[in-house]
């Protein structure tokens, strides 16, 4: 005696189906908790006790490595935005605490070997908008 399979295939592939959505959504809504946790900081950058005035800011000890830190970091979604103004690096970063940014600044290797130094600063946005680079920039 050999039984159909395909009513109880169908009943089977609409209860998955169904179960689907469901998944997605309580992924998408611990996606969004996690992410309403997130705050922004700003982190300073500047020349620090052991930068040689007579190198280029390439030619720094660990530029090379800080540079690969900060890609890093941007690509694993932690830095919203970088910038220069005078002589400091302004770095924006999206956390959970301060502590959490020291943390990831800690592992850049030129801040251990004093090329760079770093402050950070809660940011508490009053205007928010969009922030895109200049033409002449």
């Not at 950070?120 to 205007?127: E, K």
Request: with cysteine; aromatic share 8%; hydrophobic share 45%.
């Amino acid at each position: 005696m050999r039984m159909n399979l395909k009513p109880m295939v169908v009943v089977f592939i609409f209860v998955i189906a169904g179960c689907a959505p469901l998944a997605t959504v309580e992924s998408a809504s611990d996606v969004s908790a996690a992410k309403s946790d997130l705050r922004l900081f700003a982190v300073e950058i500047k020349v620090g006790p052991n930068w040689d005035n007579s190198k280029a800011p390439n030619q720094q000890a660990f530029f090379a490595e800080h540079s690969s830190n900060l890609n890093r970091l941007r690509e694993a979604g932690h830095i919203v935005m970088g910038a220069r103004y005078s002589d400091i690096g302004l770095i924006i970063f999206s956390a959970r605490s301060a502590e959490e940014v020291r943390g990831l600044m800690s592992n850049d290797a030129s801040m251990a070997a004093g090329t760079f130094k770093y402050e950070v600063h809660a940011l508490n946005v009053f205007y928010p908008g969009l922030v895109q680079s200049g033409s002449g920039s």
